[in-house]
């Protein structure tokens, strides 16, 4: 079968994501799989059990040269700020751009139909990025995600213990777990809406997009309508592999 892989580094693992053709000549995402261990062995396994026909790979880690060198010598197109990928990048510095974000941006662009776009991706950073429609990356911002908020807190004081999330917080913490949690939950919330509120305020029809390891979280505690899109930096990168193939 006629089967395309993407792969998305990121900062602390991988993602991969297998897209087949289907009878009507389009391709549907049908296996997603991650892994830790970003190295030339995982790869080769990869590439004997999927047995792909074209393979985009995006990474916002540096790669060792033996791992670029083994893309190289099996054709795989590896995502940089000089790959074609169909969208114009308004951005002063595309060479520190994270492919990860323009690949959230290339799958947003696909599944909005030339509406303005709004990316947030929450993962170790929460990311925002912007594309006025119908094909331009004006670029975005980027805060400590929820996750990397609470490590801060007990890492660079002496006396804040570590906390984990909890979905049941409050908007005033009654002892000092619950008033780090709190902050930290309740400051991310907020963050995100005062920069929705504000991207609407500058762009009509809108369509925002959320995804990463806290998307379902944080779509069930802000107050502006969003689109969880769990998969949408594997179907950006698919979107672009499909012009190079």
Known sequence: MHKHLVIDIGNSSMKCGVFERQSDGGYMLTRVGSNTDVCVDTFTQLDEEI????????????????TLDWFASK???????????GINISY??????????????????HLAEGKNCLVIDAGTCITYDILEA?????????????SMRLKAMNHFTSALPLVSRNDDFELI?????????????????????AFIEAFKNKYTDLVIFIAGGDAEYIKAHCKHEMK???????HGLHQILLQHV
């Open 51 to 66: 047995a792909p026909l074209a393979v985009m790979v995006s990474s916002v880690r540096k790669l060792e040269a033996i």
């Open 75 to 85: 054709n795989w197109t590896f995502l940089s700020s000089n790959t074609k990928t």
């Open 92 to 109: 002063e510095s595309p060479e520190t751009l994270g492919m990860d974000r323009l690949a959230a941006v290339a799958g947003a662009r």
């Open 134 to 146: 119908p094909d331009t990356y004006r670029g975005g911002n980027i805060s400590p995600g929820l």
């Open 173 to 193: 913490g009654k002892n000092t777990e619950t008033a780090i949690r709190n902050g930290a939950q309740t400051g991310v919330i907020m963050e995100i809406d």
């Open 228 to 234: 969880l899109e769990t998969h949408l930096v594997l």
